[in-house]
T-cell receptor, first 116, second 115 residues
Framework: AQSVTQLGSHVSVSEGALVLLRCNYS??????LFWYVQYPNQGLQLLLK??????LVKGINGFEAEFKKSETSFHLTKPSAHMSDAAEYFCAVSDQGRTSYDKVIFGPGTSLSVIP | GAGVSQSPSNKVTEKGKDVELRCDPI?????LYWYRQSLGQGLEFLIY????????KSGLPSDRFSAERTGGSVSTLTIQRTQQEDSAVYLC?????????????FGPGTRLTVL
């Protein structure tokens, strides 16, 4: 069964510092990979996704993530944190192309705090 | 509408009462998911509908929980005889269902409080 782990339930960074949120998955085949962001009292919003092709994926708000098959990782980064980046971040995985029937598995989430 | 909508946004009920939560997916999206998010927790999968296929109910925590999707569009999640541990935010998401468009679009959620 697929699973997603996010190292660090809570991460704090200073404004302007590098943001690194870790995600590892277990899957027998290369999956689709997603990062979602959830601001307080809101639903989830897609930041970026990896399906096929280039392993470095750029998303909204300056975030990017790199798919590393050998490490089964899909870590999320942003060069310079902004106060507005404070939110909950979820990594998610689904099977790639095997069927249109898929159950998206979410990681437990990482809460990002940005210190002024 | 342009996005996934859910109603009500907040629901307070007494223990033992039944509640119905509604989800209106994006028009044309064939896949629909329900998740539960307890305070400070991640997303717990509840149920998944895909087109006319039988739904995947493997995440429903008990037989007090049920869901239906009428006409391949609107979905209703019903919780019977609510318990305090049912208090959570219930999120709905829809997806186009095409293999090249696999991201989910989430509604704002329904916050359920069972007193």
């Amino acid at each position: 069964a697929q699973s997603v782990t996010q190292l660090g339930s809570h991460v704090s960074v200073s404004e302007g510092a590098l943001v690194l949120l870790r995600c590892n998955y277990s899957s027998s085949v290369p999956p689709y990979l997603f990062w979602y962001v959830q601001y307080p009292n809101q639903g989830l919003q897609l930041l970026l996704k990896y399906t096929t092709g280039a392993t470095l994926v750029k998303g909204i708000n300056g975030f990017e993530a790199e798919f590393k098959k050998s490490e089964t990782s899909f870590h999320l980064t942003k060069p310079s944190a902004h106060m507005s980046d404070a939110a909950e971040y979820f990594c998610a995985v689904s099977d790639q192309g095997r069927t249109s029937y898929d159950k998206v598995i979410f990681g437990p989430g990482t809460s990002l705090s940005v210190i002024p | 509408g342009a996005g996934v909508s859910q109603s009500p946004s907040n629901k307070v009920t007494e223990k033992g009462k039944d509640v119905e939560l509604r989800c209106d997916p994006i028009s044309g999206h064939t896949a629909l998911y329900w998740y539960r998010q307890s305070l400070g927790q991640g997303l717990e999968f509840l149920i998944y509908f895909q087109g006319n296929s039988a739904p995947d109910k493997s995440g429903l925590p008990s037989d007090r929980f049920s869901a239906e999707r009428t006409g391949g569009s609107v979905s209703t999640l019903t919780i019977q005889r609510t318990q305090q541990e049912d208090s959570a935010v219930y999120l709905c998401a829809s997806r186009l269902g095409d293999l090249s468009h696999n991201e989910q679009f989430f509604g704002p959620g329904t916050r359920l409080t069972v007193l």
